[in-house]
């Protein structure tokens, strides 16, 4: 399967706990994405790299988020300190060009329970 | 600035009706836009997507929307509804590059 994966895909970890994700987007895409998605509501955009470059971040996206994408292939997303309030499905994302309005290719994503 | 809206939180259609799932958009000018469907414990799945080639847009399992400009509406459609097509749909503008989604339409199918 040559799609977008990611890993773990369940993680339940206490409050105050870090925890990190990783993406795998399809190889030859150059664009990264990270959203998250509440129950009952639409994923909501975090953050975007084309590339290895981190090009936008929503302001969604506190101080205790971080991602990064060393050399333009996986990615990693860390939350520290985690809240209950970090419980959501976080969803990945790549795409090809460098244009607006290319298709994103969505991974199954990691839903994290926050106790 | 383009924004969507979809004009119904649920739709239930008995298994074999038509499906209707709605979404208008705002725009000042002619926008690019996507269905997006997404099951329950599933990944997010592109339909069809409208980039100005054509009006009438095909997608997979049956589904296909027109884009009216006279409506600002790019409705999803389908002539007879699937079991299997319970789930999540969501009318997506790309604005610029990231996605900007809405709730969605929640589609139940009835037997």
């Known amino acids: 399967d040559t799609g977008v994966s990611q890993n773990p895909r369940h993680k339940i970890t206490k409050r105050g706990q870090n925890v990190t994700f990783r993406c795998d987007p399809i190889?030859?895409?150059?664009?990264l994405y990270w959203y998250r998605q509440t129950l009952g509501q639409g994923p909501e955009f975090l953050t975007y790299?084309?590339?290895?470059?981190?090009?936008?971040k929503s302001r969604l996206l506190s101080d205790r988020f971080s991602a990064e994408r060393p050399k333009g292939s996986f990615s990693t997303l860390e939350i520290q300190r985690t809240e209950q309030g970090d419980s959501a499905m976080y969803l990945c994302?790549?795409?090809?060009?460098?244009?607006?309005?290319?298709?994103?290719?969505f991974g199954p994503g990691t839903r994290l329970t926050v106790l | 600035a383009q924004s969507v809206t979809q004009l119904d939180s649920h739709v239930s259609v008995s298994e074999g009706t038509p499906v209707l799932l709605r979404c208008n958009y705002s725009?000042?000018?002619?926008?690019?836009l996507f269905w997006y469907v997404q099951h329950p414990n599933k990944g997010l799945q592109l339909l069809l997507k409208y980039t100005s080639a054509a009006t009438l847009v095909k997608g997979i399992n049956g589904f296909e929307a027109e884009f009216k400009k006279s409506e600002t509406s790019f409705h999803l459609t389908k002539p007879s509804a699937h079991m299997s097509d319970a789930a999540e749909y969501f009318c997506v503008p790309p604005l610029r590059v990231k996605y900007i989604f809405g709730t969605g339409t929640r589609l139940k199918v009835l037997a």
């Open positions: 725009s000042s000018y002619s926008p690019s």
């Open positions: 994302a790549s795409s090809s060009g460098t244009s607006g309005g290319n298709e994103q290719f």
């Open positions: 190889s030859e895409h150059n664009r």
């Open positions: 790299f084309q590339n290895e470059a981190q090009l936008e």
